[in-house]
Structures are given as structure tokens and as C-alpha cells.
């Protein structure tokens, strides 16, 4: 989907189309984190930045959609969070950060835009990617059915160099309780997810 067909399944939303919380594993992971900066890439309507900022983090939510970023704006919150609406092929932060994140952020060249956003983080800082696991779609959980955008864990760990220390990258099954979807609550999800620390 380019930016204008996100515009409009935004424009098209009752304020917004994510859960109001980023998804369990990705606040289990951050909450032990101590704040600094932090950009939440392809931050749609903004649950993640807000989450992080709520907790002291410096945080810019970056995506290519102005009407999902202007839900998230809108969110109690929105004025704790630098918004900018870019696509991550090009966008440059300025200088690298301690924490990036990106969920759920589908492409085409997702292996190259994982490497990309990994040169965002400084060195000690965190870098936490989660999508959809191609095998979530015989699994039948919400989510993209084109294999060709969907993760697997030796994809993401493929993107990254020996500058970064591999935590966990691994298949993680999504409850029915943590659903995307603001108000869903579809059937268990598998996600990918990778937590690697930059080394130097
Ligand atoms: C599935 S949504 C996920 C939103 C958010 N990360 C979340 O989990 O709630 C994917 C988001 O990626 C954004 N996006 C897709 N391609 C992008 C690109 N090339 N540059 C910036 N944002 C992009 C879309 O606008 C959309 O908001």
C-alpha cells in the first residue's frame, strides 16, 4: 500500500485503526529499558510512540501517512511525541538513538529497510523489530496473505551485521487479547520478533 491508501483507511477509521497499547511483547521488552531517545519507525496511529513517551523517552514516531499521523497527534499524549511524516527509505533522523522499534511495518525490501533503521540506533542502544511470520498466514491469523512482505526469523537476522548482538529473533505467538486491531479480538497470531542490542 503506498501513502495515499493509508491516508484513506485512516480517513476511513473512528479515530483510529491500532489497539490504543503497543503489543505485549514489545512493552515487556521496553518497559526494563531506561528512557532516552527513541523512534517508533512507521509509527501509524501512534501507539507506540505515546507509549514510550508516557514512560520519559524522547520519542519521534515516523511514517509516510499525515492522516495517521494526525490520529495520532490528536491522541492524549500527541504533544509528547515529534511527528514526521516520511517514508523510512528516506528519512535520516539527525543522529542515532537508543531505542528504535518498528511493528509491523510491511514491505517489499523489508530485509534492506531492517538494516536501514538498524543504523539508527547508537551504539548500546536497542533495536526491536516485529511483523507478521509468513507462516501466520496457514495459521490464519489477521494480518497481509502476500508471503513475499511477511518476516521470517532468518530474515531478520539476515539484515543484521556483527555490530548488533542478537537477544532473540524467533517466532512469538500473539493472544487473541493482545489483537491489533483497535477493539479486535481475532483468533492467536504468529509474529516474528527480533531484540537485538547494537554492540559498537
Ligand atoms: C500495519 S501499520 C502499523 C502501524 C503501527 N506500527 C502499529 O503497529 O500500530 C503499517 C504502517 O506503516 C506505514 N508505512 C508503510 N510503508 C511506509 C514507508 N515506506 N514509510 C513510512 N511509513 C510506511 C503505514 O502508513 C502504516 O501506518
Known amino acids: 500500500m503506498d501513502a495515499a491508501q493509508w491516508d484513506e483507511r485512516y480517513r476511513a477509521s473512528a479515530g483510529g485503526v491500532w489497539a490504543t497499547q503497543p503489543p505485549a511483547i514489545v512493552r515487556e521488552i521496553a518497559a526494563p529499558l531506561s528512557p532516552g531517545s527513541a523512534i517508533d519507525v512507521a509509527t501509524g496511529d501512534g501507539r507506540t510512540a505515546l507509549w514510550l513517551a508516557e514512560r520519559g523517552w524522547r520519542c519521534t514516531g515516523v511514517d509516510f501517512s499525515s492522516a495517521g499521523l494526525a490520529l495520532a497527534a490528536a491522541r492524549p499524549g500527541g504533544d509528547a511525541v515529534t511527528w514526521a511524516c516520511a517514508d523510512v527509505h528516506a528519512w535520516d533522523p539527525g543522529a542515532p538513538v537508543d531505542l528504535v522499534v518498528s511493528c509491523y511495518l510491511h514491505l517489499p525490501d523489508s530485509a534492506d529497510a531492517v538494516r536501514r533503521i538498524a543504523e539508527w540506533v547508537t551504539p548500546g542502544g536497542t533495536l526491536l523489530v516485529l511483523g507478521h511470520d509468513v507462516d501466520n498466514i496457514a495459521a490464519g491469523g489477521h494480518g497481509p496473505s502476500n508471503p513475499a512482505i511477511l518476516y ?34 481475532h483468533a492467536p497470531a504468529i509474529d516474528t520478533l527480533l531484540h537485538a542490542v547494537r554492540v559498537r
Open 152 to 185: 521470517t526469523p532468518e530474515l531478520l537476522r539476515g539484515a543484521l551485521d556483527d555490530r548488533f548482538r542478537i537477544e532473540r529473533c524467533e517466532q512469538v505467538i500473539r493472544t487473541s487479547e493482545d489483537a491489533e486491531l483497535r477493539g479486535g479480538h
